[in-house]
């Protein structure tokens, strides 16, 4: 049985990548890690780190903001806004159904 343990950053990895049209291998190539590490990130096996969060979503074409999409000047403020509203809402979920 494969390991899934959903979290908020492995969920935001993977909005974030499906979002920008990467398969895992090509997300991974771009941030310079191995592939199998981000199906690890991605199914809860591992535990990214801050920085690393940042620079696999650099990879991905987007950032992680806590300001409105209306006013944040990275690169793809319209998908930075949608990601993270998801997150938020998924973060919102594990939270309730403690």
């Known amino acids: ?9 492995g969920y935001l990895l993977r909005k974030a990548r499906t979002e920008a049209g990467l398969s895992q291998a090509d997300l991974a190539e771009a941030a ?3 592939p199998g590490r981000i199906s690890d990130y991605e ?6 780190s801050f920085n690393m969060i ?6 991905c074409g987007t950032s992680l903001a ?8 990275f690169a793809n ?14 973060a ?7």
């Open 1 to 9: 049985m494969a390991y899934t343990r959903y979290t908020p950053s």
């Open 32 to 34: 310079g890690i191995a």
């Open 43 to 48: 199914r809860g096996k591992l535990d990214p």
């Open 54 to 59: 940042l620079r696999l979503l650099a990879a």
């Open 66 to 73: 806590l300001v409105s999409p209306e006013h944040s000047s």
């Open 77 to 90: 403020p319209e998908l930075n806004g949608r990601i993270l509203g998801d997150v938020l809402s998924f």
């Open 92 to 98: 919102d979920a594990i939270e309730g159904a403690r």
